[in-house]
C-alpha cells in the first residue's frame, strides 16, 4: 500500500512537468520534427537501406532512447537541485517517508516524463514513416528500465552540481554526444574493423538503442555482430535488457544511500 506522503511527492513531481507543456513537451516534438526532416527525408533519401530498413524507419528507436532518456534525466537533475536551491527539499527530508520511497517517487515521476516524450517522439516519426512494434513487451519494458536508470542518475547529478550550469554541461556535454555516438544513426555491422565494434561496445548507449530497435523493429545489431557466444546470439537482447536492469537496481541503490548520508542535501 502506497503511503499518502509518496503519493503526494509523487504527485506534486508529475505537476511539475505537466503544468508546464510549453516547456517539457513542445521542445522535443519540434526538435524531432527537424530531426526527421533533416535526417530521415532529406539525408535519407541519398542513403541506402540499413539492415534491410529504410533510414529514416532504422533512427527512429535512436531518437526515441536520446529523448526519453535526456528528459528523465534533466526532471530528475532539475528537481533535486532546485530544491536544494530553494531549500524546499528539507520539507521532503523531514517528512515521514523513507528513503527509498523519496528515490522511487522522484524517479517515477522523471520516467513517466521520459515515457511520455519518448510516445510524442514515436508519433511524430509515425508522420514520417510506418512504426510498428515487433516486441511490445520487451519494447515497453526496456523504455521503463533505460527511464528509470537515467532518471537515478539525474538524482546523483542534482546532488554533485553546484549550479544550474552544472546540470546543463551534464545533459548537453557528456548524455547527448554519447547517445549520438550510440549507433542511433548508424549501424555496428557497418564497422569493417574489430576494433571499431569493441570500442562501441564500450558505450552503454548502444545497448539502449539497440534494445529499443529490437523492440521496435525486431532488429538487433548486437545479434548480428555477435557480443555472445554462437550458441546463445540470439539472447543479445535479453542479456543487454539483464544488464541495463541490473545497472538501474546499481544506481537506484546509490540514490538511497546519498540521500541517507545526506549527500549534497544539507550543504
Do not use: C
Not at 38 to 59: C, K, Q, S, T
Not at 85 to 103: G, K, R
Amino acid at each position: 500500500m502506497l503511503s499518502v506522503g509518496f503519493r503526494a511527492l509523487f504527485r506534486r513531481e508529475i505537476l511539475r512537468f505537466v503544468r508546464r507543456p510549453k516547456n517539457t513537451f513542445m521542445p522535443p516534438a519540434i526538435t524531432n520534427v527537424l530531426y526527421f526532416a533533416v535526417f530521415g527525408v532529406i539525408l535519407g533519401n541519398r542513403i541506402d537501406e540499413i539492415a534491410g530498413y529504410p533510414y529514416i524507419l532504422f533512427i527512429v528507436p535512436g531518437l526515441i532512447v536520446l529523448g526519453a532518456i535526456s528528459n528523465a534525466f534533466e526532471n530528475a537533475s532539475f528537481s533535486i537541485f532546485h530544491g536544494r536551491w530553494n531549500e524546499y527539499i528539507h520539507e521532503t527530508l523531514t517528512s515521514p517517508l523513507s528513503y527509498v520511497e523519496m528515490v522511487v517517487a522522484y524517479v517515477g515521476a522523471s520516467a513517466v516524463r521520459g515515457l511520455v516524450v519518448g510516445a510524442i517522439i514515436a508519433a511524430v516519426g509515425r508522420l514520417f514513416v510506418p512504426i510498428g512494434f515487433e516486441h511490445g513487451v520487451y519494447l515497453i519494458t526496456t523504455m521503463v528500465v533505460v527511464t528509470s536508470l537515467f532518471a537515478g542518475l539525474g538524482i546523483i547529478g542534482g546532488l554533485v552540481a553546484r549550479d544550474f550550469d552544472d546540470l546543463t554541461v551534464m545533459n548537453q556535454f557528456i548524455l547527448r554526444p554519447l547517445v549520438f555516438f550510440g549507433a542511433v544513426f548508424y549501424s555496428l555491422e557497418t564497422f569493417e574493423q574489430a576494433w571499431q565494434v569493441n570500442l562501441s561496445l564500450l558505450n552503454p548507449m548502444v545497448y539502449m538503442v539497440d534494445s529499443v530497435r529490437y523492440g521496435l523493429l525486431g532488429h538487433s545489431d548486437l545479434i548480428g555482430v555477435g557480443i555472445l557466444p554462437s550458441p546463445y546470439t540470439d539472447l543479445a537482447p535479453l542479456f543487454s535488457l539483464a544488464v541495463l536492469t541490473a545497472g538501474t537496481f546499481l544506481v537506484l541503490a546509490i540514490d538511497v544511500y546519498l540521500f541517507k548520508t545526506g549527500y549534497g542535501l544539507t550543504d
